[in-house]
């Protein structure tokens, strides 16, 4: 989740459920460890250990997720009512840097669908 529209953006994270936060490997880096052992007071073990697990051969580390209505499993800082990150300020740098450019694919997904079904709540579930 980057942020909300702007005039930059052609996206608005903020009419969406999170579709990005329920990617199963949310890569993590030791300086992400690091950020996210200071804003809870842990130690970077400690928060290695319980906001981590292990990832693939391309992302060593990923963030743990909690099960969701939506996407079946979603990362664990997500509100699942709210659908905001609860970490905002010390999220990860990939979830700074998503999606990386103007626009947002999921979201144009998101807003196309919810056109033509006439429900401005409509979401596209993984299940
Ligand atoms: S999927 Fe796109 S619109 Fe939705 S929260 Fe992520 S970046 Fe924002
Ligand atoms: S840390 Fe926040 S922005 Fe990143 S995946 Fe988790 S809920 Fe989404």
Redesign the pocket.
Known sequence: ???KKSSRNR???L???????SYQHIPVTDKDIKRLAKHFGLTEAQAKKRFTKKGDEESPRVLRHKDDEHFTTICRFIDSETRNCTIYHARPEICRD??SQKR????DF?TFERAVQDDPDWIATTD
């Open positions: 989740m980057a942020e996206y608005n994270c009419k969406c459920p999170a579709y990005c936060c998503f999606p947002c694919g999921y979201y998101l």
